[in-house]
């Protein structure tokens, strides 16, 4: 990913010259919060803050993309529905910049991927514009207040309004900023849309159309097309006069898949008089997309999305866009067989669909999480009827050219579906997307019942539906030709390393300790389900296309089944346990500590699950993999039944504890895990091995550790940039002499950094855990902590972590910044 932004920044600079100048716009601006702060206070906003000569000099220095929220404090009487965290406010920024001479007669626009939320941007005191939906991206034009060769100042205004959110949103320019600098007559923002409507294995044919901002009077478009990996290399090419479509078709294609992402590059330039006084690229891939009612198509061969749903955070770094954080999230969702992500329930960051584009992930893009009836006091619904319009064109026309891209939805379980006279609704917001983009599918996904037969099910061309597996069958007799899918699935919830017994399959609520959920992956919500009964449900209608499960990571805020902080006992029904977690709540007072979610099948730090390993044998059957759980280190059970479940991509196993066989289990017809429920624990080693057609397929064990005696640490990339954005993600391990992680440890680990480096940020995986995300201390949870380490720009050399806790060895690691 880097090296293909260095080279394209190259070709960029050297062929484009003076048409267009791009101009990165993050580093060196000036923050400032008022109204609610971290603290509880509530600060009165001063005044003429947009005025050039307004003093910011106390302020706050920092560079973007920036979330204020995730900076914290946790606080107990923040709802823990979008994390206790402080994100709601009022938040000014301002930049000093030097506009240069070469900037006089030009066009200057201010491109912002997105801002939480409400953002009004002033320049030189001019009212520039705004754009209140904080996950669109959009574009302001400077010009007419820019004081050209001149010292300008820009204010950005962000209101982040409470409840208007049912997740946490983050706070503040999270996203990327720049200028963008143009002749007055350009191609306009998001203006070349580029579409394969002819490919085979020899040739393929594609569609380019192109708009332009200002006088269009004798101009031609010069489109050339370019392989991804060989900027030196002209595939094809072809003239037109602008206004006509131009069609260009050359031999060949590498064509973009799942396994095989290819891309190509398309570099359009506008032409007046022979002379280019303008360039865009754009990158795209030659593939075709289809949907049946036999399920979906890609160039041709049918495709199971396996999918996974994931909010916008980043878990410990919070909403600040960062391309390698993006970039690990999907690696660790491709390693247990993800194919797909719906990007809940917003509009992504352009990154993460770049990063789609390259690494071979189907995206469904979503809009909104409500049309005009609210959920939450001040969700969107106070904006739908001004903006949804504008903010849907966002979404498709800065996305349109991704070829990881196959489906619009308009919406997540939207209250209007509770009612076929709202169904108009749906078809004019599909209409509205039409007439940007019809190579693509409308969608929503669907939770109500009656939105099934009540009209709704007409107005999308592909129909998700929210955990109503049962329905499959019933949808499909009442119209046999709409292509179906689960949009939103399972919702199992667990904590990563937690096991509570006695064990039962029929427990839907997420009883436990204080504010833990079992990991043994039974537990949902009432209207959710474990992820077998989705499976079943998918086997026995195989024509259904996939599905996006509920979720992909842990993310913060929304922390169900303890989303509610009054009603928390509603979710335990065991009579000791209701008494239990009562006194907890009387100890605890409006404490109520859980403050990110349970639904991950890997956890907030990217730390797998056990559901991590039941996907895995679900969605990579090649994979000869197999998983044990629980860990075994239970010495208050000896003798006690434990039971011990095996997640395996093989059909049978057999079982040993301490080299004595426990018996040979197959799996039957809609088994997709094998239990032996009546193991006697004793301490030791227990070993699985599988079989796939009869012959060794693979093994896993788990062993009683010894004592805790050492910390381990673990590096994803031990080389790093120095352009002060690259991280590496660091993995703490409480272990034994024997460097097997310890569960049930909760040591408190120290960090300190030398060289050029710094820790932006600590975690554990821990939904309960209030210490401060931006730390040098943490706790671990179960074994295991993370810390992020991010290089200083323009600094390279080696970064050193030690990490140390009482009465373990410490550990150290090295990483090179170059």
């Known amino acids: ?278 360039t865009d690229l754009n990158t795209f891939g030659v593939r075709t997309i289809e949907y049946t009612a036999d399920g979906f198509f890609l160039n041709g061969k049918k495709v199971r999305m396996n999918g996974v749903c994931q909010h916008h955070d980043l878990g410990p770094l919070g909403t600040a866009v960062n391309v390698r954080a993006l970039e690990r999230q999907i690696e660790i969702l491709k390693e247990f067989g993800t194919n797909a992500i719906r990007t809940s329930h917003n509009p992504p960051a352009p990154e993460f669909l770049e990063l789609c584009d390259r690494m071979g992930i189907l995206v469904q893009v979503e809009a909104f999480d409500v049309w005009q009836k609210k959920k939450v006091d001040n969700d969107y619904a106070r904006l739908f009827g001004a903006w949804h319009e504008k903010d849907l064109r966002s979404m498709v026309r800065r996305d349109r050219n991704h070829p990881c891209v196959v489906m619009w939805s308009t919406g997540n379980e939207m209250i209007e579906l509770r009612d076929g006279n709202d169904a108009p609704m749906a078809v004019m917001l599909a209409d509205i997307i039409r007439s940007e983009d019809t190579t693509r599918p409308t969608t929503f996904g669907c939770s109500r019942p009656e939105a099934t037969t009540n009209g709704f099910e007409k107005t999308a061309d592909v129909f998700g539906l929210n955990y109503k597996p049962h329905l499959y069958t019933e949808m499909r007799k009442a119209d046999p030709n709409l292509p179906i899918y689960g949009s939103e699935t399972a919702s199992t919830i667990s904590s990563r390393g937690e096991y509570f017994f006695p064990v039962s399959e029929n427990k839907k609520e997420g009883s436990g300790g204080y504010f833990q959920v079992s990991s043994y992956d039974f537990s949902a919500p009432n209207w959710a389900y474990r992820p077998d009964i989705e499976f079943e449900a998918q086997d026995r209608n195989p024509w259904v296309f996939g599905e996006f499960v509920w979720t992909g990571f842990d993310y913060i805020g929304e922390p169900t089944p303890y989303n509610k902080d009054k009603t928390n006992l509603l979710n335990f029904t065991d009579p000791a346990e209701k008494a239990r977690m009562k006194a907890e709540l009387k100890r605890l007072g409006k404490n109520i500590p859980p403050r990110s979610s349970y639904f991950g099948i890997v956890d907030l730090c990217g730390f797998p699950k056990d559901r991590f390993y039941l996907y895995q044998a ?180 080696e970064i050193k972590l030690t990490a140390k806790a009482e009465g373990l060895k410490l550990a150290e690691t090295t990483i090179k910044s170059e």
Not at 15 to 35: H, L
Not at 220 to 249: F, P, Q, W
């Open 1 to 278: 990913m880097k090296k293909y932004s260095l080279l394209l920044l190259l070709f960029f600079l050297v062929t484009v010259g003076v048409a267009r100048d791009i101009v990165p716009f993050n580093a060196d601006w000036k923050f400032a919060r008022f109204g609610p702060m971290p603290d509880g206070s509530i600060k009165e906003e001063v005044k003429n803050i947009d005025d050039i000569d307004f003093d910011d000099s106390n302020w706050r220095e920092l560079n973007l993309p920036h979330d204020w929220g995730i900076e914290g404090p946790f606080c107990a009487d923040l709802p823990n529905q979008t994390g206790k965290l402080p994100w709601a406010g009022i938040a000014w920024y301002r930049k000093h910049f030097k506009s240069q001479e070469s900037d006089q007669g030009k066009k200057v626009y201010i491109e912002f991927d997105g801002s939480m939320s409400g953002t009004q941007v002033w320049l030189n005191g001019g009212f520039v514009g705004e754009w209140p939906y904080g996950y669109s991206s959009f574009q302001l034009d400077l010009t007419p207040y820019l004081k050209v060769g001149q010292e300008n100042v820009i204010a950005v205004r962000l209101n982040n309004k409470a409840e208007s959110s049912r997740w946490y949103p983050g706070g503040g320019i999270y996203r990327n900023v720049r200028l963008v600098k143009t002749n007055p007559i350009h191609i306009d923002h998001w203006g070349v849309f580029v579409t394969t409507p002819i490919v085979s294995e020899k040739s393929a044919t594609l569609k380019i159309s192109t708009e332009i901002k200002g006088n269009k009077a004798e101009l031609e478009l010069l489109h050339e097309i370019y392989a991804d990996n060989d900027l030196s290399t002209l595939i094809a090419k072809t003239k037109v006069a602008y206004g006509d479509d131009a069609d260009i078709t050359f031999s060949n294609p590498k064509l973009w898949d799942l396994e095989h992402p290819n891309l190509y590059i398309l570099k359009t330039s506008l032409l007046k008089n022979g002379k280019v006084i303008d």
């Open 618 to 797: 679900r969605w990579r059957p090649e994979l000869p993999m197999a998983h044990i759980l629980p860990h075994w280190n239970w010495s208050e059970r000896i003798g006690e039944v434990t039971p011990v479940f095996v997640y395996t991509s093989g059909d049978e196993a057999e079982l040993f504890l301490n080299g004595k066989s426990l018996g040979r289990k197959k799996k039957g017809q809609y088994e997709y895990r094998l239990r032996w429920n009546n193991v006697v624990y004793q301490p030791g080693e227990l070993k699985v091995v599988a079989y796939k057609d009869g012959k060794k397929w693979a093994k896993d064990e788990v062993r009683t550790t010894k004592k805790a005696s050492k910390l381990n640490l673990e590096v994803d990339r031990s080389e790093i940039n120095a352009d002060g954005s690259d991280l590496s993600f660091v993995t703490v391990k409480v272990c034994d002499k024997n460097n097997l992680v310890v569960p049930r440890t909760h040591n408190s680990v120290k960090y300190t950094i030398t060289g050029p480096g710094e820790i932006i940020a600590v975690g554990n995986g821990d939904a309960t855990n209030h210490e401060s995300f931006q730390a040098t201390e943490r706790k671990v949870f179960n074994g295991l902590a993370l810390v992020v380490i991010r290089s200083v720009k323009g600094k390279s050399g």
